[in-house]
């Protein structure tokens, strides 16, 4: 059989410490224009509820590619094992 080695992506803790950063940044921000903004409780409660909803759709939608990619490079991992185990039974030279 073939031994393919699967590279591991995986970011650095800078990258890490920046998406959170930039995320934390944007959430501050908006929470801090909702509170001055010059506006009713209920309007203002309303931006405040749709925020929070995007903020975790955003979650959801982030956690569903990632589990379709993990499902799609199972998925070819199988496949493949199972070219390569093809490949290795196969015997060009046997008589039929």
Same mark, same amino acid.
């Given at each position: 059989? %073939? &031994?393919? %080695?699967?590279?591991? *992506? *995986?970011?650095?803790?800078?990258?890490?410490?920046?998406a959170?950063? %930039?995320?934390?940044?944007?959430l501050?921000?908006?929470g801090?224009?909702?509170?001055?903004?010059?506006?009713?409780?209920?309007?203002r409660? $309303?931006?405040?509820?749709?925020?929070l909803?995007?903020?975790? %759709?955003? $979650?959801?939608?982030?956690?569903?590619?990632?589990d379709? *990619?993990?499902? &799609?490079?199972?998925?070819s991992?199988?496949?493949?094992?199972?070219?390569?185990? $093809?490949?290795?039974?196969?015997?060009?030279?046997?008589k039929?």
């Amino acid at each position: 059989m %073939s &031994e393919t %080695s699967v590279v591991k *992506q *995986q970011g650095t803790a800078a990258f890490y410490g920046q998406a959170v950063l %930039s995320f934390g940044t944007a959430l501050g921000a908006v929470g801090l224009g909702i509170f001055f903004l010059d506006a009713g409780a209920w309007v203002r409660a $309303f931006l405040a509820i749709g925020v929070l909803y995007l903020v975790t %759709s955003c $979650f959801t939608l982030a956690k569903v590619v990632r589990d379709r *990619q993990d499902e &799609e490079r199972i998925v070819s991992r199988v496949d493949q094992a199972r070219l390569d185990k $093809f490949l290795a039974d196969h015997d060009p030279l046997q008589k039929l």
